[in-house]
C-alpha cells in the first residue's frame, strides 16, 4: 500500500471536518417568542379592541339574563308560602325560558369570538411569518427558532428578534385608525 492510497482519504476526510466546522462557526442563529410578537401588533391588539365591541352588547344581555336569573332564585327562595302557586308556577317559567336565552347567547358568542379570533389569528401567522422571513434574510440570520413552542434550551437575549419582528410587522401592516362612530 502506498503513502498516497492511506493520505488522500485522511486529507480529504480533514478537509470536509475543517469545512464542516467552519460553517457551523458561521451560522448565525436567531429566537423568537412567535406569540408575544404577533400578539403584541397593532393589528392584533386593534382585532381584539374590535371583537369586544361587536360582542360587548350580547355579554352585556348575557350578564343582564344572569342576573334577572339570581333575582328570580331569590324571589323563590324567599319566604315560602308569600306566592302563590300561579306567581311561582310564572316566576319559575320565566328562569326556564330565561335560562335557555342565556345558554343560547353563551354558546353564539362563544362560536363567534373563536370565528373571529380564527379568521384573525390564521391571517396574522401567514403575515408573521413572512416578516420573520424577511427579517432572517435582512439580518442574514440562518436559523430563526420559536422559543414559545418550548424547543429551544438556552438562548442569549441579545439573540430574540421578537420585539423587531413586532416592529417590522406593524411597518408593514399598518393599522388605519378607527373611523369615529357615526352620528344618529
Not at 40 to 53: F, S
Not at 170 to 182: F, M, T
Amino acid at each position: 500500500m502506498s503513502f498516497q492510497q492511506v493520505f488522500r482519504p485522511l486529507l480529504v476526510c480533514s478537509a470536509l471536518f475543517a469545512a464542516t466546522q467552519l460553517a457551523t462557526a458561521q451560522t448565525k442563529v436567531a429566537v423568537i417568542n412567535l406569540q408575544k410578537a404577533l400578539f403584541d401588533t397593532a393589528e392584533i391588539i386593534k382585532a381584539n379592541t374590535d371583537m369586544q365591541a361587536t360582542l360587548g352588547p350580547r355579554q352585556a344581555q348575557g350578564k343582564k339574563l344572569q342576573e334577572d336569573l339570581a333575582a328570580i332564585a331569590q324571589k323563590l327562595q324567599g319566604d315560602p308560602g308569600k306566592l302563590t302557586p300561579q306567581a311561582e308556577f310564572d316566576l319559575n317559567a320565566e328562569g326556564k325560558r330565561k335560562q335557555v336565552e342565556l345558554t343560547r347567547i353563551n354558546e353564539d358568542l362563544q362560536a363567534d369570538a373563536e370565528k373571529m379570533r380564527t379568521e384573525v389569528l390564521t391571517r396574522s401567522t401567514d403575515k408573521m411569518q413572512a416578516v420573520v422571513k424577511k427579517l432572517a434574510e435582512e439580518k442574514g440570520y440562518d436559523l430563526v427558532l420559536a422559543v414559545d413552542t418550548q424547543m429551544a434550551v438556552f438562548f442569549k437575549p441579545a439573540m430574540d428578534i421578537t420585539g423587531e419582528a413586532t416592529a417590522a410587522y406593524d411597518k408593514a401592516y399598518p393599522v388605519l385608525p378607527a373611523a369615529p362612530p357615526a352620528k344618529k
